[in-house]
Nanobody, 119 residues
Framework: QVQLVESGGGLVQPGGSLRLSCVAS????????MAWYRQAPGKKRELVAA??????NYADSVKGRFTISRDNAKNTVYLQMNSLKPEDTAVYYC??????????????WGQGTQVTVSS
């Protein structure tokens, strides 16, 4: 069993910055990849950024502004968000493709954290 817990969301002005964190806990054997998704009201959930052991990828809308990173020793993934825009407002979800305990590879999701960009 794996639990993912996000933190770092909040209210920020346009042009500001936030740093999201997601910690995975449990009987983790391996983490293949971790990612951040977001969902705004009335819109579908979309991939924001993903990271494997050596590669990253980003949605076009956040390239150059967001940076995803990973601390393997702490089973933690981060999302540094700079130059935030009102259209970045959404609930941000952490996702991990993880092997843990007696389970095989599967996807786990955090509970989400609200990010609001507004004056």
């Amino acid at each position: 069993q794996v639990q993912l817990v996000e933190s770092g969301g909040g209210l920020v002005q346009p042009g500001g910055s936030l740093r999201l964190s997601c910690v995975a806990s449990g009987s983790i054997s391996n983490i293949n990849s971790m990612a951040w998704y977001r969902q705004a009201p009335g819109k579908k959930r979309e991939l924001v950024a993903a990271i494997t052991s050596g590669n990253t990828n980003y949605a076009d809308s956040v390239k150059g502004r967001f940076t995803i990173s990973r601390d393997n020793a702490k089973n933690t993934v981060y999302l540094q968000m700079n130059s935030l825009k009102p259209e970045d407002t959404a609930v941000y979800y952490c996702q991990g493709n993880i092997r843990a305990g007696t389970y095989y590879w599967r996807d786990y999701w955090g509970q989400g954290t609200q990010v609001t960009v507004s004056s």
